[in-house]
């Protein structure tokens, strides 16, 4: 399984923009990418996932290092309803989706 | 659509009673997966099933656990024997394919409390 690296907590302001890095430098060329995240006190929620380019969604924006090495999740506007924890995760034919401890993200008002 | 259905939201059991989880996937879904959330702490994968076959149950705990997906009807994950450890957040999510290049929708979880 690749390792992750993301930063324990975040903070931004409401209605900025907010970018959520994630180091995956043991990852292999055919590990997706995938982000979810987790409201309080509901079930995890997808968010978007990639293998190479950088992709787009009504959620949010996934680039992707070249080196794939990194990866950042952009949300374009951050409102308070996007305070959650957000998880970064690598995943192959072989691996299930294996949750770490993730970036809980604060939206100041 | 309707999205993961758990129910029931919230289940309380008294010591050594079972618990019976139900998970019913999205339609057209043939895969599920289970994770487990304790107070303060991580999800963590728990089992893999597609209709009627267990793919992979590297995180179920050796006894007392058992999940199925039968052919017909919702997937149920069993806990025997309930102890005051196994009060936890449980989490169905189901995909229509492996979920390595698909999203995980997930239910809303069951909450199991043990007296």
Redesign the interface.
Known sequence: DAKTTQPNSMESNEEEPVHLPCNHSTISGT??I?W?R?LPS?????VI?GLTSNVNNRMASLAIAEDRKSSTLILHRATLRDAAVYYCIP???D????????TRLHILP | NAG?MQNPRHLVRRRGQEARLRCSPMKGHSHV?W?RQLPEE????MV?LQKENII?ESGMPKERFSAEFPKEGPSILRIQQVVRGDSAAY?C?SSPK????S???????TRLTVT
């Open positions: 590990d997706y995938h979810y987790q509901q079930g995890p929620e997808y996932h995943a192959n034919r691996d299930k989706i294996i949750f770490g401890k993730g | 993961v997966y994770y991580g999800l963590k994968f893999y992979d989490f999510a492996t979920g390595y290049n999203p995980l929708h997930f239910g809303n979880g």
